[in-house]
C-alpha cells in the first residue's frame, strides 16, 4: 500500500507519519526533505515499506550516509517523479492530428472548428509546439 504524505514543516510532517502510517504500508510519498527524524518515525511507524519517495529537488540534498544506510535494510529512496505545473488538456494524438490537418492544407480556422479546439490553441500547437 502507499501513503502519499504532505506537510508545511517537519513537525506537521511528524505528526502526519504517526497517524497515517502503519505496518501494512510498503511505500511512503513525503512532499519534504527526508532528515535522519522524519526516516526514523516512518521505519518505526512502517516497518515494512520498501520505498521512500521525495521531490527530486530534494533528493540530491540527502545525505549519502542515510541513502546507503536505507539500501542496507532493503530500502530505496528514490526521487518522486511528480509532474509539476498546471496539466497539458490536450494530448499528443490531438496535437498530432491538428498538425496533420494543417499538413493537408486545412486553415487553422476550420481545424478549430473541425475538432471543437479554440483558434488560438490551434495557432499556438501550430507555430510553438
Not at 518515525?41 to 540534498?61: D, F, G, H, T
Not at 505545473?85 to 478549430?112: C, F, H, M, N, W
Request: glycine share 4%; net charge positive; aromatic share 4%.
Amino acid at each position: 500500500m502507499k501513503v502519499e504524505i504532505k506537510a508545511r514543516n517537519n513537525e506537521e510532517l511528524l505528526k502526519k507519519i504517526d497517524e497515517r502510517l502503519d505496518g501494512e504500508v510498503t511505500e511512503v510519498y513525503i512532499n519534504l526533505r527526508p532528515t535522519k527524524i522524519i526516516l526514523v518515525k516512518i521505519l518505526e511507524r512502517a516497518p515494512n515499506v520498501k520505498i521512500i519517495e521525495c521531490p527530486s529537488s530534494l533528493y540530491p540534498k540527502v545525505s549519502k550516509k542515510i541513502i546507503r544506510a536505507l539500501s542496507q535494510m532493503g530500502i530505496k529512496l528514490v526521487p518522486a517523479n511528480h509532474s509539476r505545473g498546471r496539466p497539458k488538456k490536450y494530448d499528443g494524438a490531438i496535437i498530432k492530428q491538428i498538425k496533420e490537418l494543417v499538413r493537408e492544407g486545412k486553415t487553422p480556422k476550420e481545424v478549430s472548428q473541425e475538432l471543437n479546439i479554440p483558434l488560438r490553441t490551434v495557432y499556438y500547437i501550430i507555430n510553438g509546439r
